[in-house]
């Protein structure tokens, strides 16, 4: 059973106002982070961009994109046919990263996974 953190808070849809969100971290997935907004939309990314936009600024360059400006953090999602920014404030997601480095600190994600059980899983549904 994977172990992790999960933290429920707010944040702002540009053009809608405040919006429910929950972020996740689990152990059983050391390189990425969840975002559940309103319950409902869920997106996975890998922590590295969070870390890289609260330590430089911005991150990304794909279908996630951080930029913070002071106490702000803008989060832009893209999809197809889908765009969205939320705003969080820097003390929120700091936080949660703090969380999350001190269970999984940068560098010993890989001492979180469970190599030899996922190769017998993809021989286990190869078989069948």
């Known amino acids: 059973m994977p172990n992790g953190i999960v933290q429920r808070t707010m944040c702002e849809l540009e053009g809608h106002g405040p919006l429910p969100v929950t972020l996740s971290y689990l152990d059983n997935a050391p390189y ?14 890998g922590r590295e961009l969070l ?10 360059s794909g279908d996630v994109k951080f930029r913070t400006d002071g106490d ?17 404030t820097h003390t929120v997601l700091a936080g949660f990263t703090e969380q999350m480095l001190s ?14 059980n996922a190769i017998k899983q993809i021989f286990k549904k190869t078989k069948n």
């Not at 870390?51 to 990304?60: F, H």
Request: no cysteine.
């Open 32 to 45: 990425e982070m969840t975002m559940r907004f309103a319950d409902e939309a869920l997106w996975v990314f």
């Open 51 to 60: 870390i890289e936009a609260l330590e430089t600024g911005s991150s990304g």
């Open 72 to 88: 702000k953090v803008e989060m832009r999602l893209y999809a197809p046919g889908f765009s969205a920014t939320v705003y969080f």
């Open 103 to 116: 269970y999984v600190p940068l560098g010993e994600e890989a001492s979180f996974l469970d190599v030899d």
